[in-house]
């Protein structure tokens, strides 16, 4: 069933990316108002989150990063299909379908909202092994320790670093929960890799770069997607691997 939405372009003109919003119409004709970034309320209505998102703005970034890790394992000669997957800001499950088009050994989905593993389960039964709904940067001892009994070798994320998603510390708290010489398969806007971002991203990737822990093994400058205004959004794809444990000096200061 397609969803009556309407996109406003006349009142994008003064919003950033996190304030845009659309309007959906109902049955009854009334017509709801909804932040781009309530993701609760998008994932309570099926497909409205595809609709959105993928068809109307053509989003590809759950393939393009598959496909990129995909590329990074067969350079090295490692067997995608054997991958133990933790799917970082998971969502109503569009990455582990991706991933599922290879088939991976284990994926496990984790999001900071309850409605997004409702949704995943609802719509994509069957594609996540277990699904938690954490806040990483405030999980338990035994919360830690459920997360690294999987043994997990990949940590995906996908269209869910910065804009008031997931922050620097959880996304590092994440990367160390996989183990050493595991995967990191994610995408970045590109104004968060500039010197000038704000969101702490740019110094901490940068730094990370340099540093021994981490190697990379693929950047590319893709479209993500377009803007409301139907200008495309260039974002990085990128695959790296952990070589050891990432110190939290790394982090920035807050
Ligand atoms: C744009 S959606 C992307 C979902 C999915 N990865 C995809 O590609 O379709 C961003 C997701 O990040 C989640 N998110 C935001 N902040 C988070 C946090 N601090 N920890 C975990 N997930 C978070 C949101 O709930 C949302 O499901």
Same mark, same amino acid.
């Given at each position: 069933m397609r969803h009556r939405i309407q996109l406003p372009m006349e009142e994008?003109?003064?919003?950033s990316q996190n304030e845009a919003f659309f309007y959906l119409t109902h049955d009854n004709g009334e017509k709801e108002k909804i932040l781009f970034h309530d993701y609760a309320r998008i994932y309570q209505t099926p497909k409205l989150y595809e609709q959105i998102f993928?068809? *109307?703005? *053509?989003?590809?970034s759950p393939q393009v990063v598959t496909d990129i890790l995909y590329k990074a394992l067969k350079t090295e000669n490692k067997n995608f299909t054997e991958l133990r997957v933790l799917d970082f800001g998971a969502g109503n499950g569009l990455m582990g379908e991706a991933l599922d088009t290879y088939g991976v050994a284990r994926l496990v989905g984790a999001d900071i909202e309850a409605m997004a593993r409702e949704a995943a389960h609802r719509d994509r039964a069957g594609v996540y092994d277990e699904y938690y709904v954490r806040d990483f940067t405030q999980l338990s001892e035994n919360q830690i320790s459920e997360i690294q009994d999987w043994g997990f070798d990949c940590l995906t994320t996908v269209a869910a670093l910065g804009f008031g998603d997931i922050p620097v510390k959880a996304f590092h708290q994440a990367m160390n929960l996989i183990n050493e010489n595991g995967w990191v398969a994610f995408n970045i806007k590109e104004s968060f890799i500039t010197p000038n971002d704000q969101s702490g991203f740019s110094k901490y990737i940068r730094q990370l770069i340099l540093s021994e822990h981490w190697e990379v093994h693929f950047i590319e400058r893709y479209k993500h997607r377009l803007s409301l205004e139907g200008v495309p959004l260039y974002y990085y794809a990128i695959v790296a691997r952990k070589r050891s444990h990432i110190p939290e000096s790394l982090l920035p200061q807050s």
């Open positions: 994008y003109k003064s919003l993928y068809d *109307r703005l *053509r989003c590809k």
